[in-house]
C-alpha cells in the first residue's frame, strides 16, 4: 500500500507546481454531495483529473469512493481515486466513447450508498477511539476503514472480553445521545490548544498546514481528520465488535460492524 494511503491527506501535498492541482471540495464540511460537475485538466487511458472534485482519494485508513464520470461523447466507471503531488487522480475502467480533453466539462456522480456507510464508519472509527481513550488511556495506533468491517488498533492495550463488553456498551451509549459533529478549518494554534492529548497525532502533521480541518463530535471529541463523516452520530446506527486480537507487545485490534 502507498504510504499516503496510510496518513492523512495533508501528508501527500505536493512541493511541485507542474501537475495542476485539484480542489478537494468536499472539504471542510459539504462530504454530502455526491453529484457536481468540473473541468478536466488531464486524461489518459487510465485516470480523468479535473481541477475539482468531490470524491474522496484514499488517504487516513479510508478507501476511495467509487462512482462515474459523464463527460460529451463518453463516460466511464470511478474505480479508484488517488491524490498524486496535489492532483486527484479518478482512475476508470471499461470507458465509453472517446476520451474527453483538456477543458472539456464532466459531471461526477458518487457511489451514494458506498459514501453513506464510509461516512458513518468513519464517524464510528472516532466515536470508539475517543471512548476507548477516555475508559482505558490506550491511543489510536492506526485504523482501517471498510465498507463492510473496520478495525483500530489501540497501545498501550490488553482488553479483556468483559472490557470489549464496555467498550461497545459505552461506544453504542456515546452514539445514541445524537451528537452534532462538526467539520470545519481551525487555525493550527488553537486546534493544538484544544485537541485532547491523545488523538491526532499533532506532532506528524507538517508546520507548513495551517489551517487543519477538524472534526468535532458534540462535546466528546475533537481531532483534525481528512475523511467523509455523517452531520450527527445518530446517522451511525449502533456498532457490533467482533474480534478482538494481539498485534504485538502492548497492541490490541478491535474489529467491529455497523448494526443497521
Given at each position: 500500500?502507498?504510504?499516503?494511503a496510510?496518513?492523512?491527506?495533508?501528508?501527500?501535498?505536493?512541493?511541485?507546481?507542474?501537475?495542476?492541482?485539484?480542489?478537494?471540495?468536499?472539504?471542510?464540511?459539504?462530504?454530502?454531495?455526491?453529484?457536481?460537475?468540473a473541468?478536466?485538466?488531464?486524461?489518459?487511458?487510465?485516470?480523468?483529473?479535473?481541477?475539482?472534485?468531490?470524491?474522496?482519494?484514499?488517504?487516513?485508513?479510508?478507501?476511495?469512493?467509487?462512482?462515474?464520470?459523464?463527460?460529451?461523447?463518453?463516460?466511464?466507471p470511478?474505480?479508484?481515486?488517488?491524490?498524486?503531488?496535489?492532483?486527484?487522480?479518478?482512475?476508470?475502467?471499461?470507458?465509453?466513447?472517446?476520451?474527453p480533453?483538456?477543458?472539456?466539462e464532466?459531471?461526477?456522480?458518487?457511489?451514494e450508498?458506498?459514501?453513506?456507510?464510509?461516512?458513518?464508519?468513519?464517524?464510528?472509527?472516532?466515536?470508539?477511539?475517543?471512548?476507548?481513550?477516555?475508559?482505558f488511556?490506550?491511543?489510536?495506533?492506526?485504523?482501517?476503514?471498510?465498507?463492510?468491517?473496520?478495525?483500530?488498533?489501540?497501545?498501550?492495550?490488553?482488553?479483556?472480553?468483559?472490557?470489549?463488553?464496555?467498550?461497545?456498551?459505552?461506544?453504542n451509549?456515546?452514539?445514541?445521545?445524537?451528537?452534532?459533529?462538526?467539520?470545519?478549518?481551525?487555525?493550527?494554534a488553537?486546534a493544538?490548544?484544544h485537541?485532547?492529548?491523545?488523538?491526532?497525532l499533532?506532532?506528524?502533521?507538517?508546520?507548513?498546514?495551517?489551517?487543519?480541518?477538524?472534526?468535532?463530535?458534540?462535546?466528546?471529541?475533537?481531532?483534525?481528520?481528512?475523511?467523509?463523516?455523517?452531520?450527527?452520530?445518530?446517522?451511525?446506527?449502533?456498532?457490533?465488535?467482533?474480534?478482538?486480537?494481539?498485534?504485538?507487545?502492548?497492541?490490541?485490534?478491535?474489529?467491529f460492524?455497523?448494526?443497521?
Amino acid at each position: 500500500m502507498r504510504l499516503c494511503a496510510l496518513r492523512p491527506l495533508w501528508f501527500c501535498e505536493s512541493v511541485s507546481t507542474a501537475i495542476p492541482m485539484t480542489e478537494l471540495r468536499y472539504l471542510p464540511d459539504s462530504d454530502d454531495v455526491t453529484t457536481f460537475t468540473a473541468s478536466v485538466t488531464d486524461a489518459t487511458d487510465d485516470y480523468i483529473v479535473l481541477d475539482g472534485t468531490y470524491f474522496y482519494p484514499e488517504g487516513g485508513g479510508q478507501p476511495a469512493d467509487h462512482g462515474t464520470l459523464h463527460w460529451d461523447g463518453g463516460s466511464a466507471p470511478v474505480v479508484d481515486v488517488q491524490k498524486e503531488h496535489g492532483a486527484v487522480r479518478h482512475y476508470i475502467d471499461d470507458r465509453e466513447g472517446e476520451r474527453p480533453e483538456q477543458g472539456d466539462e464532466a459531471t461526477g456522480q458518487i457511489d451514494e450508498a458506498r459514501r453513506r456507510t464510509l461516512r458513518r464508519m468513519h464517524t464510528a472509527q472516532h466515536v470508539l477511539s475517543k471512548v476507548v481513550l477516555d475508559v482505558f488511556g490506550a491511543q489510536t495506533a492506526g485504523n482501517q476503514i471498510h465498507t463492510d468491517r473496520s478495525r483500530i488498533d489501540f497501545e498501550p492495550a490488553d482488553f479483556s472480553e468483559e472490557d470489549v463488553a464496555v467498550i461497545e456498551e459505552r461506544t453504542n451509549t456515546a452514539i445514541e445521545q445524537d451528537l452534532p459533529v462538526e467539520k470545519k478549518e481551525m487555525e493550527r494554534a488553537r486546534a493544538e490548544e484544544h485537541t485532547p492529548e491523545g488523538r491526532g497525532l499533532l506532532n506528524l502533521i507538517p508546520d507548513h498546514v495551517d489551517p487543519l480541518r477538524m472534526v468535532q463530535i458534540g462535546d466528546l471529541d475533537l481531532c483534525p481528520c481528512g475523511g467523509t463523516h455523517v452531520d450527527r452520530t445518530r446517522d451511525i446506527g449502533r456498532i457490533r465488535i467482533t474480534n478482538r486480537t494481539s498485534k504485538g507487545a502492548e497492541v490490541d485490534r478491535i474489529e467491529f460492524k455497523l448494526e443497521d
